[in-house]
C-alpha cells in the first residue's frame, strides 16, 4: 500500500465531504472546493474519515493512490485554515501596491506591471516590498506566487529581484579587475 494513500484523512468539525461519482466536494468555513478524482481510486466517508482506496498494485494506481490522497487532505486543509506565500522585493525602486483588484508593481522595468488578481484570492502588500499571496485552494495560491515570482526572478549577483520570503539567493562573485 502507498504509505500516504492509506492514511485516512479526518474531517474537522464545520467541515463536510460528499463524494458523488468520483466528485469529491469539500464544504467549510472559507469556502466551497471541488476536485473530480480519477475513475481508478475509490474514495469513501466513513465515520467522520475519508478513505481512499485502490483495485491493484500498479505502479500508475500507486501514484494516483497517493496523490488523491493528498489533494483531498490539501482541500480540507484549505477550507479550515486556507494557504499562504510570502514574497519580498529586493532591490532599489522595486514596489509593489494594490489598484483595486490588481496588483501594480514596479521592478525595474520602463512600465509598471499589472497583474490582476484571479477570484478567489487574496494579495496583501505590507510596506511596498513585501506581498502575501493567500487563498483557500493551494495549487492556485502557488501558480499566483510563482506567476508574481516570474516577472523579474531573483538574480544572483546582487540578490534584487521578487523572491519568496523563505527563499535563500545563493550569490555568485563578480567579475574581478584586470591586475
Given at each position: 500500500m502507498?504509505r500516504i494513500?492509506?492514511?485516512?484523512i479526518?474531517?474537522p468539525?464545520?467541515?463536510?465531504?460528499e463524494v458523488?461519482d468520483?466528485?469529491?466536494?469539500?464544504?467549510?468555513p472559507k469556502?466551497?472546493?471541488?476536485m473530480?478524482?480519477?475513475?481508478?481510486?475509490?474514495v469513501q466517508v466513513?465515520?467522520?474519515?475519508v478513505?481512499?482506496?485502490?483495485p491493484?498494485?500498479?505502479?500508475?494506481h500507486k501514484?494516483?493512490h497517493?496523490l488523491t490522497?493528498s489533494l483531498?487532505?490539501?482541500?480540507?486543509?484549505?477550507v479550515?485554515?486556507g494557504?499562504e506565500?510570502k514574497?519580498?522585493?529586493?532591490?532599489?525602486?522595486?514596489?509593489?501596491?494594490?489598484?483595486?483588484?490588481?496588483?501594480n508593481?514596479?521592478?525595474g522595468?520602463?512600465?509598471?506591471?499589472?497583474?490582476?488578481?484571479?477570484?478567489g484570492?487574496?494579495?496583501?502588500?505590507?510596506?511596498?516590498?513585501q506581498?502575501?499571496?493567500?487563498?483557500?485552494?493551494?495549487q492556485?495560491?502557488?501558480a499566483?506566487a510563482?506567476?508574481?515570482?516570474?516577472?523579474?526572478?531573483?538574480?544572483?549577483?546582487?540578490?534584487?529581484?521578487?523572491?519568496?520570503?523563505?527563499e535563500?539567493?545563493?550569490?555568485?562573485?563578480?567579475?574581478?579587475g584586470?591586475?
Amino acid at each position: 500500500m502507498s504509505r500516504i494513500g492509506k492514511l485516512p484523512i479526518t474531517i474537522p468539525d464545520k467541515v463536510s465531504v460528499e463524494v458523488h461519482d468520483h466528485t469529491v466536494t469539500v464544504n467549510g468555513p472559507k469556502g466551497t472546493l471541488t476536485m473530480t478524482a480519477h475513475p481508478v481510486i475509490d474514495v469513501q466517508v466513513k465515520d467522520r474519515q475519508v478513505i481512499c482506496g485502490r483495485p491493484s498494485d500498479a505502479k500508475a494506481h500507486k501514484a494516483l493512490h497517493g496523490l488523491t490522497r493528498s489533494l483531498i487532505a490539501n482541500m480540507v486543509e484549505g477550507v479550515t485554515k486556507g494557504f499562504e506565500r510570502k514574497l519580498e522585493l529586493v532591490g532599489v525602486g522595486y514596489r509593489a501596491s494594490l489598484l483595486g483588484q490588481n496588483v501594480n508593481m514596479s521592478l525595474g522595468y520602463s512600465h509598471p506591471i499589472v497583474f490582476p488578481v484571479p477570484p478567489g484570492i487574496k494579495i496583501e502588500v505590507k510596506d511596498q516590498t513585501q506581498l502575501t499571496v493567500s487563498g483557500m485552494d493551494k495549487q492556485l495560491v502557488g501558480a499566483v506566487a510563482a506567476k508574481l515570482r516570474s516577472f523579474r526572478p531573483p538574480e544572483p549577483y546582487k540578490g534584487k529581484g521578487v523572491k519568496y520570503a523563505e527563499e535563500r539567493i545563493r550569490r555568485k562573485a563578480g567579475k574581478t579587475g584586470a591586475k
